[in-house]
């Protein structure tokens, strides 16, 4: 079988829009959208039309593109505070994934050298730059998937946490990058699927991506995930993540930290899958990763034909939480796999 990859994410006609898969209405609807609006384009992060780290990262340089496009000063100074402006803006849509960060400011600097040519020069090399962050994105991608590929087993029964696959990245993903690589190249892979709640990113996107690729899969609710390890089912965990800490140290979906917590009792290998772009050397430990709360509702009734609880219960709903790097395996990194210790091995890799 062979997988055939999708971009989900692209510029529109003439790069004066951006177009993207509403990941909201997975499975039940395949809808594309596109826009050349900044609120829109906010809403689309913030609301999860486009999610996962680098995914946001790769959504954010074409957003930059598109608006900064449309700029109609022929003042630079104006133009740059406006770009400064608009990618504060995009910046401030959510707060954990790094690589929405590291991509503004990719575009920023790159937008701000090329203003010494002129306008005209500094549009041009943002719709550039916009396309050479998905392109080296495809890339560490497939790169991830060749070296995760090296650790796993033909019949090995695999789980996954959220969703990094195509969706949240391009083309192969990185979670799920070995299983589709794998697949292409002949291997049976046995997928068990946590739904991930509250926004079940691994019911409806994970499961969606793997059994359109014919791979066997599996769904499982979050809380059977000790069971299946239990029962002898589950070789080895796969999950991507938004932010690494310069002590390895990972953010990524709710309940992250717990299936690393199960995996560890019950000696399974739990690797973290992820691009250069994810590694923030800045950010010390995992206890200065800023975790983004989201609406209760999300909770109480999103996602139920009814509500499931009473309107005014109190909720928590953290979007992430942090796994101590002592639970983390290895990175499966697009520059090698890195084992512990990861503080000084990390740094090694992505400086
Ligand atoms: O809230 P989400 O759906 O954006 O959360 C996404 C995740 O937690 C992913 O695992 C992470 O961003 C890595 S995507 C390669």
């Known amino acids: 079988m062979e ?56 959504f954010a340089g074409y957003c930059m593109a598109v608006l900064s ?24 849509s959510r707060p954990t994934a790094v690589n929405l960060s590291w991509a503004l400011k990719r575009m920023e600097k790159v ?11 500094a549009k041009a090399r943002a719709a550039e730059e916009a396309e050479r ?10 790169s991830i998937a060749e070296y995760g590929l090296t650790l796993l087993h033909d019949g090995d029964g695999l789980l996954t946490h959220c969703n990094a696959g195509p969706l949240a990245t391009s083309r192969y993903g990185t979670q799920l990058g070995p299983v589709l690589l794998g697949t292409e190249r002949g291997l049976t892979f046995h997928m068990y699927v946590d739904e991930t709640r509250p926004l079940l ?15 066997d899969t599996t769904l499982i609710c979050d809380n059977m995930a000790g069971l299946c390890m239990k029962e002898g089912k589950i070789q080895a965990v796969l999950v991507g993540t938004d932010r ?6 990972t953010a990524n979906k709710i309940g992250t930290s717990s299936v690393a917590v199960l995996a560890n009792y019950y000696h399974i290998p739990f690797y973290v899958l992820c691009p250069a772009s994810t590694f923030d050397g800045a950010t010390a430990t995992g206890e200065d990763i800023v975790i983004e709360e989201r609406n209760p509702d999300e909770i109480r009734e999103m996602h139920y034909r009814e509500p499931m609880a009473p309107k005014g219960v109190k909720c928590y ?16 990194t697009d520059r090698g796999i890195v084992r512990p210790p990861f503080d000084t091995n990390l740094r090694h890799y992505f400086s």
């Open 111 to 121: 937008f701000a050298g090329a203003l010494r040519q002129g306008l005209d020069a």
């Open 244 to 249: 690494v800490a310069a002590n390895g140290d």
């Open 3 to 58: 997988y055939l990859p999708t971009d989900y994410i692209r510029f529109g006609d003439n790069k004066k829009t951006v177009v993207f898969l509403d990941q909201t209405l997975l499975p039940n609807r395949v809808e594309w959208k596109e826009t050349a609006n900044r609120t829109e384009m906010y809403e689309a992060i913030r609301a999860l039309k486009v999610r996962g780290a680098p995914a946001i990262g790769i």
């Open 317 to 332: 709903n953290p979007a992430f939480d942090v796994t101590d790097h002592s639970l983390i395996t290895a990175f499966i």
């Open 133 to 142: 962050i998905h392109e080296e994105d495809i890339a560490m991608c497939r």
């Open 201 to 215: 990113q691994g019911a409806r996107l994970t499961s969606w991506e793997l059994y359109n690729a014919g791979i």
């Open 69 to 92: 496009g449309a700029y109609q000063t022929q003042n630079v100074h104006e133009a740059m505070t406006l770009f400064k402006t608009d990618a504060a803006y995009l910046n401030s």
